[in-house]
Each structure stands twice: as structure tokens, then as C-alpha cells.
């Protein structure tokens, strides 16, 4: 069974960055894509990205394109968003999750950033 | 933009049965694969279907997944009280850009 535990609740100022962990265990990472999805207070899911862990590609939602970076250290088995130029709106959950062709098999329990000055 | 609608909410007594729809917009999905995540308030969402009718290992088949052209759906006979919680249909848009896209997620009640 795979467990996915990503880093904890962050606070940030508007203007700065924010960077999210995601560490899948009991499962093979370098097979595994991951990719994030973010959940706003009370909205629904909102893909933002993910990276093939075993060629270090990423792939952006054009809302997301030039404020975030999805990075794979294969060393570590660890999955990152960096996420810039925070503002209110990216108040959010953030979830990660592993992820096969065509679905979302496993989830990270969620990493809340708040974005308030 | 490529979008996945889904009513806001459903209701029905236990023991009924309901239905949720995922109807596409302005994308195809006829050749991709569409999923259901479960989301209990305060917890991260955990894949209910795949590949628009296969179950993961420990999911009741009270739960049961359909596509036919543009829309899929989800239908849970038996209902239970536990049942009660946000559903979200999902799949990856092969088009020009290529995202994945969600449904804005439909809501159960169990009265």
C-alpha cells in the first residue's frame, strides 16, 4: 500500500513563495507521475501540474505557467511545488497525489498554505 | 475551456439509490478515461472509481461507474449514511494544451 505525506501547513506573506513536499512510500517512485491538485476554501479540485518522476519532465496548467515549478529529487523519492508571487487567492489546500494513467490512485493527506499579511 | 459539469448536490434516503452525472463541455473525452474521487469534509479525496467503471480494491460495488459519449456516471445504490460527501469526476484532456480537468463536484446528502 502506498502512503503519501507531503510537508505541513504554511503561512506566507502576499509576494512571497511557498514550497510543498510530497514523499510517496511503499511504492516504486520511479515509475510513479505525480501530480498536484489544489483545493480552495469551500471550492472544488483544480489541477495545477505534475512531473513524470522518471524523465524530470513537468507539466503546467497555462493559469499556473511562469508563478509554479514541480521538481523530482530521485535521490530522495521526494516530489516539490514551488509555488511564487503568492497572493490571497492561493489561500488553499494542497494535495498531491500519485498518479497512473488516467486517475488519481493515491493522495497526500494536504499541505494548507494561507496567504495573509 | 474544457469543462466538466456536475449537478452541485443530490439527495436521497438510505437504502435509495442515486445517481451523479459528469457531462463534458467544449472538449472530448470519448477516448480518455474518466475517474471518481470521494471527499469526506476535512480529508483528502480517495479514488472511488477508474477508468470510468473499475473499483480499487475495497470499494463496495453498491458503487458503479458508466461512460457513454460526452458524459459519465456515477451511481450508488444502497445508500448508507457514510455515503454522505462531496463526489468529483475527473479526466485528462488530451487536447491542444492538455490538463486535467474536474468536475466542480456534486454533493450527497443522505436524509
Known amino acids: 500500500q502506498v502512503q503519501v505525506v507531503q510537508s505541513g501547513a504554511e503561512v506566507k506573506k502576499p509576494g512571497s513563495s511557498v514550497k510543498v513536499s510530497c514523499k510517496p512510500s511503499?511504492?516504486?517512485?520511479?515509475?510513479?507521475?505525480i501530480g498536484w491538485v489544489r483545493q480552495a476554501p469551500g471550492q472544488g479540485l483544480e489541477w495545477m501540474g505534475g512531473?513524470?518522476?522518471?524523465?524530470?519532465?513537468?507539466k503546467y496548467t497555462q493559469k499556473f505557467q511562469g508563478r509554479v515549478t514541480i521538481s523530482a529529487d530521485k535521490s530522495t523519492k521526494t516530489a516539490y511545488l514551488d509555488l511564487s508571487s503568492l497572493t490571497s487567492e492561493d489561500t488553499a489546500i494542497y494535495y498531491c497525489a500519485t498518479e497512473r494513467a488516467g486517475f488519481f490512485e493515491y493522495w497526500g493527506q494536504g499541505t494548507l498554505v494561507s496567504v495573509s499579511s | 475551456q474544457s469543462v466538466l459539469t456536475q449537478p452541485p448536490s443530490v439527495s436521497a434516503a438510505p437504502g435509495q439509490k442515486v445517481t451523479i452525472s459528469c457531462s463534458a463541455s467544449?472538449?472530448?473525452?470519448?477516448?480518455?478515461?474518466v475517474s471518481w474521487y470521494q471527499q469526506f469534509p476535512g480529508t483528502a479525496p480517495k479514488l472511488l472509481m477508474y477508468?470510468?467503471?473499475k473499483r480499487p480494491l475495497g470499494i463496495p460495488d453498491r458503487f458503479s461507474g458508466s461512460k457513454s459519449g460526452t458524459s459519465a456516471t456515477l451511481v450508488i445504490t444502497g445508500l448508507q449514511t457514510g455515503d454522505e460527501a462531496d463526489y468529483y469526476c475527473g479526466t485528462w484532456d488530451s487536447s491542444l494544451s492538455g490538463n486535467w480537468v474536474f468536475g466542480g463536484g456534486t454533493k450527497l446528502t443522505v436524509l
Open positions: 511503499g511504492g516504486t517512485f520511479s515509475i510513479t507521475t
Open positions: 467544449n472538449f472530448n473525452i470519448e477516448n480518455n478515461f
Open positions: 477508468e470510468n467503471n
Open positions: 512531473i513524470n518522476t522518471i524523465f524530470g519532465t513537468a
